[in-house]
């Protein structure tokens, strides 16, 4: 079964810095999300793209962040000068379009801002 | 009110029992409800989704949507403990459009 893939499974980064998150989401879906779930709390949405702009973004999702699809199966979250309170579990998701399809999720970054 | 309440458990049950987890929402708009599964350090894994009020039934799951209650239940029929996760349920207002998560219910299966 298809699934959406992320890299790397764990990234440790240093307060200020840039990271880049990596997914491939599913070849044929054209909705890409991100999420994020602090330890013990809620998965959040961050963010929707769909042909090539975002589409929806929450408050969390500020000018320290951006999207982008450099080509035509990576999907990428970066986060240019991380803060302490960025250390959290970030998802990527994809969904097929045409009527309601559900979100298919990756198995994660795991992002520690020491 | 949050959008979203799920109570957060832990749920433990013995093998072979009869899982129900619930979930509530304020808002009458959300049209789509899902149920995902959560492993340890793992990404939310579809389970079942749907947009209209009543049962859905796929093998040992039942999802079941109350819009008028503004109520969603997962049932879990013989339970294993293969099922012991996280369970959330997610909603959305609209196709392609954001997901809410519930706080998810952590679920134990005793054998």
């Known amino acids: 079964e298809p699934e959406v893939t992320q890299t790397p499974s764990h990234q440790v980064t240093q307060m200020g810095q840039e990271v880049i998150l990596r997914c491939v989401p599913i070849?044929?879906?054209?909705?890409f999300y991100w999420y994020r779930q602090i330890l013990g709390q809620k998965v959040e949405f961050l963010v929707s793209?769909?042909?090539?702009?975002?589409?929806?973004k929450s408050e969390i999702f500020d000018d320290q962040f951006s999207v982008e699809r450099p080509d035509g199966s990576n999907f990428t979250l970066k986060i240019r000068s991380t803060k302490l309170e960025d250390s959290a579990m970030y998802f990527c998701?994809?969904?097929?379009?045409?009527?309601?399809?559900?979100?298919?999720f990756g198995n994660g970054t795991r992002l520690t801002v020491t | 009110q949050k959008e979203v309440e799920q109570d957060p458990g832990p749920l433990s049950v013995p093998e072979g029992a009869i899982v129900s987890l619930n979930c509530t929402y304020s808002?009458?708009?959300?049209?789509?409800f899902m149920w995902y599964r959560q492993y340890s350090r793992k990404g939310p894994e579809l389970l079942m989704y749907?947009?209209?009020?009543g049962n859905k039934e796929d093998g040992r799951f039942t999802a079941q949507v109350d819009k008028s209650s503004k109520y969603i239940s997962l049932f879990i029929r013989d339970s294993q403990p293969s099922d012991s996760a996280t369970y959330l349920c997610?909603?959305?207002?609209?196709?392609?459009?954001?997901?809410?998560f519930g706080q998810g219910t952590e679920l134990s299966v005793k054998p």
């Open positions: 998701a994809s969904s097929e379009t045409g009527g309601f399809q559900p979100l298919h």
């Open positions: 070849s044929n879906h054209l909705y």
């Open positions: 793209f769909y042909n090539n702009e975002i589409s929806e």
């Open positions: 808002n009458s708009a959300f049209q789509y």
């Open positions: 749907t947009y209209s009020s």
């Open positions: 997610a909603l959305s207002y609209n196709q392609g459009g954001k997901l809410i």
